[in-house]
């Protein structure tokens, strides 16, 4: 796993790169929903960056952010649950790729997995011919995650019918 260091410093070559820099609030933002242990909502970052930062950054300001880190691919905007998370092989080049995310419609917990360009590929194949366009190589995927799902089982156990 990448340390935060790491992370920073890939940040502010990838804003170098492209004309840009890794302003104060764009750094805090990053490393809080990096050091999340969980995918944030936007209001969820602005506290966040108040209780661990003690930096007041206006929603707005965390919404535009975002959008900045969205564009130099090292967050992600899981739309399924509108919480946001750091790419979680950050460290790869390119970081455009295919990822998959579990989603647990339960604890909301996330699980982020690249997978072959191929499966771009197939989708987008199969796009073409019912007329639309892939325009975001990312699948968003609702399912239970096992913690869940052997909670669920215990409940049952417990439970009298």
Do not use: W
Not at 2 to 7: E, L, R
Not at 31 to 56: F, G, P
Not at 60 to 89: A, E, P, T, W
Not at 107 to 123: F, G, P, Y
């Amino acid at each position: 796993m990448a340390t935060i260091q790491q992370v920073v410093e890939l940040a502010e070559r990838s804003c170098r790169t492209h004309g840009s820099q890794l302003t104060h609030k764009r750094r805090i933002v990053l490393c809080s929903l990096y050091r999340s242990s969980k995918a944030l909502s936007a209001y969820e970052l602005v506290d966040y960056c108040k209780t661990a930062y003690d930096e007041i950054i206006p929603a707005m300001s965390v919404y535009r952010i975002l959008d900045f880190l969205q564009d130099m691919h090292l967050v992600h905007k899981l739309h399924m649950v509108n919480k946001f998370v750091v790419c979680s092989d950050i460290l790869r080049e390119p970081r455009r790729h295919c990822s998959v995310f579990y989603v647990c419609k339960v604890c909301h917990r996330i699980k982020e997995v690249s997978v072959d360009d191929s499966v771009l590929k197939q989708l987008d194949t199969t796009s073409k011919p019912n007329d639309f366009e892939v325009i975001s190589p990312q699948v968003e995927l609702e399912c239970i995650c096992s913690d869940c799902i052997s909670n669920n089982q215990e409940e049952r156990k417990v439970k009298p019918h």
